[in-house]
């Protein structure tokens, strides 16, 4: 099959969102061909560059999400009717009134498509006068009539921004429209070319959403940068597009319940819901792993671990003060916390924060009077003397840490329980579906009910390698690269065998080529020695001129 791959801040740039499993999903089904479709969030993720792709890559096309992207093209007075038409039906949607928003989606769409970019539309004095309108009708909601003029300038350029997608040439026959799948590697923006090629190309969309978008999006506009009138427009449109989202996509494979609930409530159906958790390399973390219960070195007994990036919704406050009720009753305990190198300001004048509490609540303690003062709390970085890769941080102690206000997947939990660590954390995203009761889980923000748990396990030993051994068997069964594979394989040749191939095969010289795209095709396994036949090549038992000519011979006579 020919997979269009849709990507948002992520695959097949070097850093961002979605790109190891990405990446793992395209070296894992080499059978197929895969065109990369991604929208790239900043001007740093592009000069990091790509990561080095697989020869079953056949096309890459990129565009920024980020930068202004004026393709100097203007409308004359129909084309500005048909868009104030349609952005009207969108526009009165998100603010509240009317049920238009499909239509005025699409609508915009064709126009795009039919007349050039919508950049100079969506930024003009009309649409502003758009949204104005909108917002002040009747039907909208009272935070977003508190809107002015600079609310209204606000959105329409996190509006174009969003809706760009609809403005590239991804689409046609030499695009989207020859693929036979969408896969959607998120929702949002990502989501909005698939819901393009299926209305106009009738290409099938699957949607995977480790993280929602929808949720993601909340988060992000809670930081306060944008006023409460601007927020609310922005989360209602998002949610409208997530709506249709679920809506017109074939399959939906939430990554964990949490968030297959979200997704729910935003209106996907439950037949459509397939969970697929995410693919993890488990031989990273063998030799700690199984080192567990033969008698090795299993890390230090008396150090809990936590492995992270540093961030406020990781909550490392409440673990150091949870950290000092454990040294109270444990005066051998050690807190090593391990983080990948901070980059962003925000995340570094919070470890500054950390390190200060750390040196105010645990001065440097000395055995004697002749010996030099250390602090029970460490900080050290992912790639350092101590810990050069990140199993080496799991296999520093005993507990595993993670004391979380704010979860998705927790990804540093699973890498735990390949490592075969006992761990404590908090009840979070979905930590408990991870965890399935192979650890200790408390509640969020209760440092004295999280060092209550690390106590238990510090003084139990027999309890930590037995929590630690089922929590890596529960990780060998559903957390690996090769369960992801198997399942994303069975869903594409579902969607594959309800939507058949629709494009003609053709040799070199532009002839059809006969057997191109036979039923077994779609069997799993590798029926014909190197899997399915890719375009503009014939399965090997086709290869022979004599069968290639009946064949050729026996529909000349059918067309007869």
């Known amino acids: 099959m020919r997979i269009g791959l ?27 061909e895969f065109d990369i479709y991604a929208l790239s969030r900043s001007a740093r993720q592009e000069d990091h560059g790509w990561i080095p792709l697989p020869p079953q890559v056949q096309r890459v096309r990129t565009a920024p999400l980020w930068a202004p992207e004026d393709d100097g093209r203007t409308y004359g007075r129909r084309e500005r009717r048909r868009f104030v038409g349609h952005f009207k039906e969108l526009a009165a949607a998100v603010c509240g009134e009317g049920d238009g928003f499909a239509d005025g989606l699409y609508g915009l769409a064709e126009l795009a498509h039919e ?26 909601r009272r935070t977003v009539r508190a809107a002015a003029v600079p609310d209204y300038l606000a959105f329409a350029d996190q509006l ?4 760009r997608p609809l403005s590239l040439d991804w689409y046609g026959e030499d695009g989207l429209g020859a693929v036979d799948l969408c896969h959607a590697a998120s929702g949002g923006s990502a989501a909005l070319s698939g819901l393009v090629a299926k209305r106009f190309f009738g290409v099938p969309l699957l949607v995977t959403e480790y993280g929602v978008q929808l949720r993601a999006h909340y988060l992000a506009a809670s930081d306060g940068e944008l006023t409460a009138p601007v927020r609310a427009l922005l989360a209602a449109f998002q949610g ?7 809506t017109q996509a074939s399959v939906i494979t939430p990554g964990n319940t949490h968030a297959r609930r979200w997704q729910e409530k935003c209106g996907a159906d439950r037949a459509k819901l397939r969970t697929v958790y995410p693919g993890m390399e488990a031989d990273r973390f063998a030799a700690v792993g199984e080192a567990v219960g033969e008698g090795a070195d299993s890390g230090d007994p008396y150090t809990l671990v936590w492995v992270g990036r540093i961030d406020p919704a990781k909550d490392l406050i ?5 950290f000092a009720e454990v040294r109270k009753k444990e005066p051998l305990a050690r807190l090593r916390l391990f983080g990948a190198p901070v980059r962003e300001p925000e995340a570094a004048t919070y470890l500054a924060h950390c390190k200060a509490l750390a040196a105010q609540l645990f001065p440097d303690e000395a055995a004697d009077a002749h010996a030099v003062g250390t602090n029970p709390v460490s900080f050290e970085e992912i790639g350092g003397p101590e810990a050069p890769e990140v199993a080496d941080a799991y296999a520093s102690g005993g507990v595993v840490v993670l004391s979380s206000v704010v979860e998705g997947f927790p990804i540093s939990l699973v890498e735990a329980m390949f490592c075969g660590r006992a761990t404590v954390s908090t009840d979070v995203g979905a930590v408990v579906e991870v965890i399935g009761g192979t650890g200790l889980v408390v509640p969020p923000r209760n440092p004295r009910a999280l060092a209550d748990a690390c106590l238990a396990l510090l003084r139990d030993p027999e309890r930590r ?15 690996t690269v090769e369960q992801n ?15 058949p191939v629709q494009r003609e095969a053709v040799n070199e010289d532009g002839e059809p080529l006969p057997f191109a795209h036979p039923a077994e095709a779609y069997v799993p396994g590798h029926w014909a020695g190197g899997g399915a036949p890719s375009k503009g090549r014939t399965p090997r038992w086709a290869d022979g001129p004599g069968l290639v000519a009946a064949a050729a011979g026996t529909a000349g006579e059918a067309s007869a």
């Open 160 to 163: 174009e921004r969003a809706l």
């Open 318 to 322: 409440a673990l150091l003060h949870a």
């Open 485 to 499: 594979l198997t399942a994303f394989r069975g869903i594409y040749l579902e969607l594959i065998s309800h939507s």
């Open 465 to 479: 390698e037995r929590l630690g051994a089922a929590a890596r068997a529960r990780a060998l069964e559903l957390f």
């Open 240 to 246: 409208r597009l997530a709506a249709e989202v679920y």
């Open 115 to 140: 007349r050039g970019g919508l950049y100079a539309a969506l930024r003009s004095e009309l649409a502003v006068r758009v949204i104005e309108s909108a917002c002040r009708a009747h039907g909208a």
């Open 6 to 32: 849709l990507t948002e801040g992520g695959y097949p740039y070097a850093t961002g969102d979605q790109r190891l499993w990405c990446d793992r999903l395209v070296q894992g089904l080499a059978q197929h």
